[in-house]
């Protein structure tokens, strides 16, 4: 991989990875369950295609950073940036779905009414990853034109 693609892709899937969680958490989510005729089980069925899809997604876009990350060599706050959205990446998807998945099962079958605590600690995650992303494209932007304020106080 060249240098300019590892460069530029540093900085363009973090931002296509907060796109995504914007796009999925705080549109698609809440305004699934506004559709008209949309049914608890049809809307957790969407959910748990759309959030599978998302997750994948993630995972593919965590991979192809990394190999970005690799060369050239980032530096060690990079990879600690990394290592923290690869963390919190595997705790939401390890983790906390497959408890979600537990209680959606619940819900479906009619043992459960609803009403979870559990989205919240994967919202959390979601919070936390999106945070990090953003860190991650300041940083990286920084890195790559580290003297632009210095250039533009010039002037």
Do not use: C
């Amino acid at each position: 991989m060249s240098t300019r693609l590892s460069l530029a892709l540093r900085i363009i899937l973090p931002a296509i990875w907060i796109g995504l969680i914007i796009a999925i958490d705080l549109i698609e989510a809440p305004l699934k369950f506004q559709a008209p005729g949309i049914t608890i089980p049809l809307g957790l069925g969407i959910g748990r295609l759309v959030f599978l899809a998302m997750n994948i997604t993630e995972i593919i876009l965590a991979i192809v950073l990394a190999i970005a990350l690799w060369k050239p060599r980032a530096d060690r706050r990079t990879w600690t940036l990394y290592f923290g959205l690869a963390l919190f990446l595997a705790i939401k998807v390890l983790v906390i779905r497959p408890l979600l998945a537990q209680h959606t099962n619940a819900v479906l079958d009619g043992t459960s009414d609803g009403g979870s605590t559990t989205h919240y600690f994967y919202i959390a995650a979601d919070m936390v990853i999106a945070v990090l992303l953003v860190w991650f494209v300041i940083a990286q932007v920084r890195r790559i034109v580290p003297n632009t304020v210095d250039v533009l106080a010039a002037k």
